[in-house]
């Protein structure tokens, strides 16, 4: 069982104190709600209809669709594991695993104006903004241990405590202290990013590599299994911590930028501790490595880093200023600078979807439960998609650019690191913020220099940088 059907099983549960049921009902118009519920109630219906499509007999049936088939019982998985025989081997591989159909759509209808409404999201600003100036604090520290100015070799690990430090202060308004430099290592900040990190790393383990875990309680499994209930415990803990204070008044309601779990607890409480645990463990890891590959690609090529710069100059008259809601606004190369990173870095390297029925793609037949991958790494890298597409070039994001470079030229569905359309990453917003504010911080701050050989990317359950990120910084004095 992965990450998230553990997460759905979880909101049809009482678990303790922290999943009493409540009678709260969602504002969202409940004529528009059941419209679209639905919507998925036929496509459930669907999947026992048997009319096939316009073309179906015309098209060619799937196993003629070009590329390696899959031998009984072990399929395809051996072409990218097995050296020398594996024809596929060094390529990345990547399962992603979806909630589906009504259990979906209810969640998403509590959560979306909660995540998704840009206005809810820009509340937080502030706060992202001090956990940033954590970061900064911590950079000009590690700058000073050393002649050159070079981050530690688990530099990486400081940028996945920045995350899981931000996602703490908007989802729950608590400070965990990740970022203080005298935590023991075996503090429950500590544990909780490196039980995240041990989760992916066994996910890609049990789910992608060949595995007996669903015939045997394999050693593997039994510490993915330890792991999460680690993780859920600790964090239902800080949750009940909260919910205590929520309750006896402690914690008021007096602006907007109240927390996601004191938002959400108003309107249905299980969903509300469902999504606060699924906060603090899927906000750590994709992060932190999106942040990771940004500093590196500015680093990497000074000239972009002092675009970006020109405008945190612009935006942050002193290396103090406070990132707000109008600064962002008025940051376009910021942007791009983030967009481009998920280009040629993004945390999932395509987006999975299972036909609900039959249909034709391409002249083939498709059958209804098939998964099929859009690759956007692989489209994103591909110079028919995009002018000089293994360069990093962030003016290509830009409105006022034009010609051959310009973003425009590219089918828009090319590049969807969040997914697209109402089943996009719901945490999309948050982590745009975060690394808008982080980087703007930073760029603002310091200078950056890589003086090594190129950073290696790797995919298991996710993609990413694959060595340590010794980023040289040299603090600016204006």
């Not at 060619?60 to 050296?83: C, M, S």
């Not at 995350?163 to 202060?169: D, I």
């Not at 719901?426 to 050989?453: C, D, M, Q, S, Y």
């Amino acid at each position: 069982m992965n990450r998230t059907k553990i997460l759905a099983h979880f909101t049809k549960q009482n678990y303790g104190k922290a999943l009493m049921s409540t009678s709260a009902q969602t504002s969202i118009a409940e004529s528009t709600t059941e419209r679209r519920l639905e919507h998925y109630r036929h496509l459930n219906a669907l999947q026992n209809n048997e009319t096939k499509p316009s073309g179906w007999e015309e098209a060619q049936p799937i196993d003629k669709i070009p590329g390696p088939k899959p031998y009984p019982l072990i399929g395809n998985t051996w072409r990218f594991f097995i050296p020398k025989f594996g024809d596929l081997y060094g390529l990345d591989l990547l399962e992603l695993h979806k909630v589906q159909g009504e259990e979906w759509f209810k969640f998403r209808t509590i959560v979306n104006p909660i995540l998704m409404q840009p206005r809810n999201v820009a509340q937080y600003t502030d706060k992202m903004n001090l956990v940033a100036d954590e970061l900064i604090d911590n950079i000009q520290f590690f700058s000073e241990q050393n002649d050159k100015g070079q981050m530690p070799d688990d530099f990486n690990h400081e940028l996945y405590k920045w995350s899981l430090e931000s996602v703490g202060v908007v989802t729950m308004d608590k400070h965990l202290g990740c970022l203080k430099r005298d935590n023991d290592k075996n503090s429950e900040g500590q544990r909780l990013i490196q039980s995240v990190l041990q989760m992916f790393q066994l996910m890609y383990k049990l789910d992608v590599l060949p595995s007996m875990w669903r015939i045997v309680s394999t050693k593997n499994w039994r510490k993915y299994v330890e792991i999460l209930d680690y993780m859920l415990h600790t964090n239902l803990k800080y949750i009940n911590q909260q919910i205590d204070k929520i309750e006896s008044g402690e914690i008021g309601d007096q602006n907007e930028a109240t927390s996601v779990l004191q938002k959400m607890i108003k309107i249905d409480r299980n969903v509300a501790i469902a999504m606060s645990v699924d906060m603090m463990i899927a906000g750590v890891d994709t992060t932190g490595r999106v942040l990771a590959a940004a500093l590196y690609y500015l680093s990497k090529n000074p000239e972009v880093q002092e675009k970006m710069r020109s405008e945190a100059l612009t935006l942050l008259k002193t290396k103090e200023s406070p990132v707000t809601h109008e600064v962002l606004k008025n940051a376009p190369y910021l942007k791009a600078v983030i967009k481009e990173t998920t280009r040629l870095a993004p945390i999932a390297i395509g987006n999975l979807r299972t036909t609900a029925k039959d249909l034709v793609l391409g002249g083939y037949q498709i059958p209804k439960g098939t998964d099929v991958l859009s690759s956007t790494l692989m489209l994103c890298t591909k110079e028919e998609n995009f002018y000089k597409a293994t360069e990093f070039l962030p003016d290509r994001w830009l409105s006022t650019t034009t010609g051959e470079l310009s973003h425009k030229n590219a089918n828009p569905f090319v590049f969807a690191p969040f997914g697209y359309g109402s089943r996009s990453c719901i945490g999309k917003r948050l982590a745009n913020l975060e690394l808008e504010t982080a980087v703007l911080k930073i760029i603002r701050n310091f200078e950056l220099k890589w003086p090594h050989e190129d950073m290696v990317f790797t995919t298991t359950t996710l993609h990413g940088i694959a060595r340590p990120l010794r980023i040289q910084v040299k603090p600016l004095d204006y």
